[in-house]
């Protein structure tokens, strides 16, 4: 056996949990699946396309078993969902829980995936109050169904809930829920079972309300002023962690802080109707493709920092029988072909780990003077807040350039601070576009400068590389 105290067994541990750590921390990337389309391709090739991406959860709005048999052994995480009108019989009778799982998970688990199941869809916000009194009951009998199929614990029940289900959520510190009396007990429900709180934020939505340019480059995760929450003084950088935060004050106003906040649908459409404020290719790419690279920096939000929600895309394809504006047709990443819709950076081909360093101690980047040269590089400014730089740092990286030496096992990537990644990442951004000076500016948070920041095995492009 090797001895764990020799450099060789460390190296190796930490070339290892470099790896690791690199093949799980996209976990907590997921896409919808819906089925209201007549085009859409085979399950089998739906399986394999989702193996040559970063996705590793797909969420179903119903239990089709083909699409469940087809993701048997791909390690796929799968939700499914019992319908809202499921709901009634579920809550009435204990059989009737008892055959949904035996019919939708025992054929498949464990060979397939299920991690969650979904008891109705936006029921809360819906006028129907006998629906809604028997919500709980309805995801009390399927947990109970699953505990005696000796599945407790391994697959969890929750209920999909609009934002709309908030009172309250500007500012995000305000957050409050409706129907608290009736919240308060699927609350405590999650709680005791160890469930999610699922939710479907849409920053489109909100920049419908407020089409101002602000609002847009808010919501789709570019650089902006950002908007102070007067309840704690907080500056939030994009529409998309003020929502999840409103989301957890509301749960922290209740006394359910610690229940987990999953993001079930969140998404951005490529096309609509002329009519339509927002949707656009460009729209869709930035928001997708930056709310992708927000959580590959694992900043999470000002409320809940250091990890990335579960986030589930809307959608994986297009459904062409959606009712509805142009925009309801056209949430698709792929098409019926195949074929990417625009790209998001979720090509593994395109997101592997650069090869690890030697490991050594991180070391504070260094300015050696400067070369005798004019050429420069973008710098942040001293001074701007990490929720500043956070916002540079997710653009810069959505805009294309190779930001893997700042993920784990890169070249760059310690030390692992925000600053530090977005001082990479800017300048990056710099030197692999025209370079004129408006390229490293970030909203004034950017300087070009004449001192080389390389440092270690480091290498910052720019001056005479």
Not at 62 to 67: K, L
Not at 252 to 266: L, P, Q, S
Not at 279 to 299: F, Q, T
Request: glycine share 8%; aromatic share 8%; net charge negative.
């Amino acid at each position: 056996m090797a001895n764990s105290n020799s450099p060789l067994f460390l190296f190796v541990s930490l070339l290892l949990f470099q790896v690791l750590h690199f093949s799980s921390s996209q976990s907590f990337i997921g896409v919808n699946y819906g089925q209201v389309a007549d085009n859409l391709p085979p399950p089998a090739a739906t399986a394999k396309l989702l193996q040559s991406t970063s996705i590793q959860k797909l969420r179903l709005y119903g239990a089709d078993p083909a699409i469940i048999k087809a993701l048997a052994n791909t390690g796929v995480g799968i939700v499914i969902g019992a319908s809202s009108g499921d709901i009634p019989a579920l809550a009435s009778d204990p059989n009737a829980a008892t055959q949904w799982i035996n019919s939708n998970v025992l054929p498949f688990y464990p060979a397939s995936k299920i991690i969650l199941i979904t008891v109705g869809n936006e029921v809360m916000i819906s006028n129907d109050q006998n629906l809604i009194s028997q919500l709980l009951p309805a995801m009390a009998n399927m947990q109970n169904a699953l505990n005696a199929a000796s599945l407790g614990g391994k697959i969890k029940v929750s209920t999909v809930h609009a934002m709309s289900v908030l009172a309250q959520s500007d500012p995000p510190s305000s957050g409050s829920f409706i129907r608290q009396d009736t919240m308060r007990g699927i609350l405590q429900f999650l709680k005791d079972h160890g469930s999610p709180f699922t939710i479907n934020p849409y920053p489109f939505f909100a920049y419908q309300s407020d089409p101002r340019p602000e609002t847009l480059a808010f919501c789709l995760f570019q650089p902006n002023a950002g908007r102070v929450d007067s309840g704690t003084g907080i500056k939030y950088m994009n529409m998309f962690d003020a929502q999840v935060d409103a989301v957890h004050s509301a749960l922290n106003a209740m006394g359910f802080k610690d229940v987990e906040i999953v993001v079930a649908e969140t998404g951005w459409p490529y096309r609509g109707d002329p009519n339509e404020v927002g949707p656009s290719v460009e729209n869709a790419k930035a928001y997708n493709g930056n709310l992708i690279a927000h959580l590959r920096s694992m900043a999470g939000t000002p409320l809940m920092p250091g990890k990335s929600v579960d986030t589930y895309i809307f959608a994986l394809y297009d459904e062409d029988l959606k009712p509805g504006p142009t925009s309801e047709r056209s949430f698709g990443l792929f098409k019926p072909d195949l074929s990417a819709a625009y790209d998001v950076g979720i090509s593994k081909s395109s997101q592997t780990p650069s090869t690890p360093v030697t490991p050594s101690t991180p070391k504070t980047p260094t300015t050696p003077s400067p070369k005798p040269t004019a050429a420069g590089w973008c710098m942040p400014k001293a001074g701007i807040s990490d929720a500043q730089l956070q916002a540079s740092l997710d653009y810069a990286c959505s805009q294309g350039i190779d930001c893997s030496p700042i993920q784990p096992g890169g070249a760059c990537f310690e030390p692992n601070t925000v600053v530090s990644h977005a001082a990479f990442a800017m300048n990056l951004y710099y030197q692999t576009s025209a370079k004129n000076p408006w390229n490293c500016d970030f909203s004034k948070t950017a300087t070009l400068t004449s001192q080389n920041p390389s440092y270690n095995g480091c290498v910052y492009p720019g001056g005479g590389t």
